[in-house]
């Protein structure tokens, strides 16, 4: 019997890939860059399934490929604003990704980043690196202490509830604005608007999806609502905040320091960021464990078993 035919948009965990190599035919994309849209429009003709990660755009005309093969997108990854899942449903494709199991591993990047931007950290090392530090003194690099402070969470999904549990460990009392209600919220302050919750908070973590709808939620307008002594935390999604009003914001300290792991147009990071010293900076690191890639593509792979066996997925979202 002829094996279906994958494709892998990137190199994934040797093991996922041993289990796929054992029931499929699996062409891997050896190049450590993005596919173009020619390349990933005739890999939806010469193969059965199309497995691609959040670097990839799958647009409407590659899903639409003409002499289209391909009757699944086995998504690497929780988030799939990436994907035309409208295009998707019209052209009977089926779409599948992998959350629940990068929850933990994203929350701790949240943390680390809140903790990194909170005793500025990105500032110390890279002075002691370049040879500057001078010592120990009373006034060196003072930073803020997270007792007490208030943590802004905006969204409050598996993410979101994760960071929570990690901050109030911190001594720190959480707020929340999302589309849950108040009564979804236990023990965190509710806050109907964004504006609010930006004007409560000495730290906001941004967790909500991307999409038209929260496109640049925090602008210019956002930022100044915020606490002069603000940090701002981003692990959702890089298109929820303007680049250049928060390198501004940083410039001219309306806000102390960001810390974020997602970009709006990855890899390029706005260069005025870059030039910021508290600003920092991951390289989008937010599932990046051993044990979380593993499972991320161990629930693509449960999905295509599935699915090649004419049963219902276990993650469907188109």
């Known amino acids: 019997m002829t094996k279906p035919r994958i494709l892998l948009t990137r190199r994934w965990p040797e093991a996922v890939e041993a289990r796929l ?12 860059v993005p596919m173009d849209a020619a390349a990933l429009a005739r890999a939806m003709r010469e193969h059965d399934a199309l497995c691609p990660t959040v670097t990839d755009r799958i647009t409407r005309d590659i899903l639409l490929t003409v002499g289209r093969r391909a009757r699944i997108i086995g998504n690497y990854g929780a988030g799939f604003e990436h994907i035309d899942l409208d295009a998707a449903r019209a052209a009977g494709i089926a779409v599948s990704n992998t959350p629940d199991v990068l929850t933990d591993a994203t929350a701790d990047i949240a943390m680390t980043l809140i903790l990194m931007a909170t005793r500025r950290a990105g500032e110390g090392e890279r002075e002691l690196r370049a040879g500057e530090w001078t010592g120990w ?50 023990d965190c302050a509710y806050h109907p608007t964004l504006d609010g919750l930006l004007r409560a908070a000495d730290i906001v973590s941004l967790h909500a999806p991307g999409g038209a709808a929260t496109h640049h939620m925090i602008d210019a307008d956002a930022l100044a609502a915020m606490k002069p002594g ?61 044990e979380t890639r593993e499972a991320m593509g161990m629930k693509v792979a449960d999905n295509l078993d599935r699915f090649f066996a004419g049963e219902p997925l276990l993650d469907r979202v188109a």
Do not use: C, W
């Open 230 to 290: 603000a940090v701002l935390v981003n692990t959702g999604r890089g298109t929820l905040v303007d680049e250049a009003a928060l390198a501004a914001s940083l410039s001219n300290a309306t806000i102390a320091a960001a810390g974020l792991d997602v970009y709006a147009d990855e890899p390029r990071v706005h260069p005025a960021l870059v030039d910021r010293p508290n600003a920092v900076l991951l390289p989008h690191l937010g599932s990046a464990t051993l």
């Open 137 to 186: 003194r009373p006034t060196h690099l003072l930073g803020q202490s997270l007792r007490g402070k208030i943590l802004g969470l905006v969204g409050y999904g598996r993410i979101a509830r994760a960071v929570a549990v990690r901050a109030r460990a911190f001594g720190m009392d959480v707020a929340v604005h999302s589309r849950s209600q108040a009564d979804d919220v236990p």
């Open 21 to 32: 190599a054992a029931r499929y035919e699996v062409t891997r994309n050896e190049r450590d």
